[in-house]
């Protein structure tokens, strides 16, 4: 079972629908995770940590259920723009505390 | 506009050449790391240096060999690479080891 999974999508939705993805992760003495977006042939770039209060920036949403495993990450009102590639990571303690990638999560917006 | 600054952006290089990859971070950052993109996979870890010193190797062959001369640079010197080598290598900081990463908009490798 891999460390942090991810349903890879693609998720088409239409412009103004809320999406949700959900990433699940192996290790319960998990630290830390973030969400990162990817669009089409760039970086990665940090959409946002996740804490376990949960935490909201704009119109996005993250979640931690360490009781269950996993992280979320809800986007309402999607946007266009908001057509990437979502990545779930997470800081996995043994194995030397690496930073541990999903396999990502295509999302598509369209008109 | 990142602040982790990688060059060449683009590089094509036969199975015989020697080429570095350069990364770059005025960010005060500790740790520094090197990964590998395929097209549609996640990135995968190569390297990470802490305070400036080696700390993880992911079984990573030879041919690639990197080297950190002071806290903010970061290369990866390229040598008799294959073409399945041919990927997106992506440098990243963070402050401390493990933790928030950024990273650079990647060296796109060709390796004919």
């Known amino acids: 079972r891999k460390e942090v999974e991810q349903d890879p999508g693609p998720f088409n939705v239409p412009e103004g629908a809320t999406v949700a993805f959900n990433c699940t992760y192996s290790?319960?003495?998990?630290?830390?995770f973030f969400w990162y977006r990817q669009d089409c042939r760039k970086e990665p770039k940090l959409l946002m940590s996740?804490?376990?209060s949960g935490n909201e920036d704009g119109r996005f949403t993250a979640q931690l259920n360490r009781a269950s495993q996993y992280i979320s990450l809800l986007i309402r009102d999607s946007k266009l723009s908001d057509s990437a590639t979502y990545l779930c990571v997470g800081i996995l303690t043994g194995g030397g505390n690496k930073l541990t990638f999903g396999t990502g999560t295509q999302l598509k917006v369209e008109l | 506009d990142t602040e982790v600054t990688q060059t060449p952006k683009h590089l094509v290089m036969g199975m015989t050449n020697k080429k570095s990859l350069k990364c770059e971070q005025h960010m005060g950052h500790r740790a520094m790391y090197w990964y590998k993109q395929k097209a549609k996979k996640p990135p995968e870890l190569m390297f990470v240096?802490?305070?400036?010193?080696?700390?993880i190797n992911e079984s990573v062959p030879s041919r690639f060999s990197p080297e950190c001369p002071n806290s903010s640079l970061l290369n990866l010197h390229l040598h008799a690479l294959q073409p399945e080598d041919s990927a997106l290598y992506l440098c990243?900081?963070?402050?401390?080891?493990?933790?928030?990463?950024?990273f650079g908009e990647g060296s796109r490798l060709t390796v004919l």
């Open positions: 990243a900081s963070s402050q401390e080891p493990p933790g928030e990463l950024f």
């Open positions: 996740v804490y376990s």
């Open positions: 290790n319960s003495a998990s630290q830390s």
């Open positions: 240096y802490s305070y400036e010193k080696l700390s």
